[in-house]
């Protein structure tokens, strides 16, 4: 069965360094998503993208975080200057052109020291 | 008043067990419900999807939706011990739209 796949599984990194995760979504889906999980909290949603461009954000997703889908397999997510607060476990997900929902991959656990 | 509230848990029942899991939500303009499965260290995975209200069966699960008042459960009949995990449901005011999750409940069934 196709799935999302997502790189580094865990990423590591200094405190205001940039960070890239990186997503390979299922082949034929258009839509795609990035959400967060703080350790013991819920799931948050931070952006979707389409033909893109970001067609929704929410309030975390501030101009620290960017999107990208450099080529026709990939779609990125930047923080450009990590804090304390960034570390968190990070989904993407994407869905096709129909009525169907969001599949997730298994996410990049992010720790900033 | 949150979201979408669900119980955390933990619930422990035994092998063989039905199981009941539910979500209440405050936004009436959600239409869109999913029910995700979520193993340690995994991404969500998911289980069940409707739209707008009434009932849907897949195998041993069953989501229920009540949008008058504002309730989604999910049945699992014959528990099993791979049914162990944390239960999510989330939902939608539009399709594709950004997902609303709950705190998830965890679940775990014993042999």
């Known amino acids: 069965e196709p799935e999302v796949t997502q790189t580094p599984s865990h990423q590591v990194t200094q405190m205001g360094q940039e960070v890239i995760l990186r997503c390979v979504p299922i082949?034929?889906?258009?839509?795609f998503y990035w959400y967060r999980q703080i350790l013991g909290q819920k799931v948050e949603f931070l952006v979707s993208f389409y033909n893109n461009e970001i067609s929704e954000k929410s309030e975390i997703f501030d101009d620290q975080f960017s999107v990208e889908r450099p080529d026709g397999s990939n779609f990125t997510l930047k923080i450009r200057s990590t804090k304390l607060e960034d570390s968190a476990m990070y989904f993407c997900a994407s869905r096709d052109d129909g009525r169907q929902p969001q599949h997730f991959g298994d996410g990049t656990r992010l720790s900033i020291l | 008043q949150k979201e979408v509230e669900q119980d955390p848990g933990p619930l422990s029942v035994p092998e063989g067990a039905i199981v009941s899991l539910n979500c209440t939500y405050s936004?009436?303009?959600?239409?869109?419900f999913m029910w995700y499965r979520q193993y340690s260290r995994k991404g969500p995975e998911l289980l069940m999807y409707t739209y707008s209200s009434g009932n849907k069966e897949d195998g041993r699960f069953t989501a229920q939706v009540d949008k008058s008042s504002k309730y989604i459960s999910l049945f699992i009949r014959d528990s099993q011990p791979s049914d162990s995990a944390t239960y999510l449901c989330a939902m939608s005011a539009v399709q594709g739209g950004k997902l609303i999750f709950g705190q998830g409940t965890e679940l775990s069934v014993k042999p």
């Open positions: 936004n009436s303009a959600f239409q869109y």
């Open positions: 082949s034929n889906h258009l839509y």
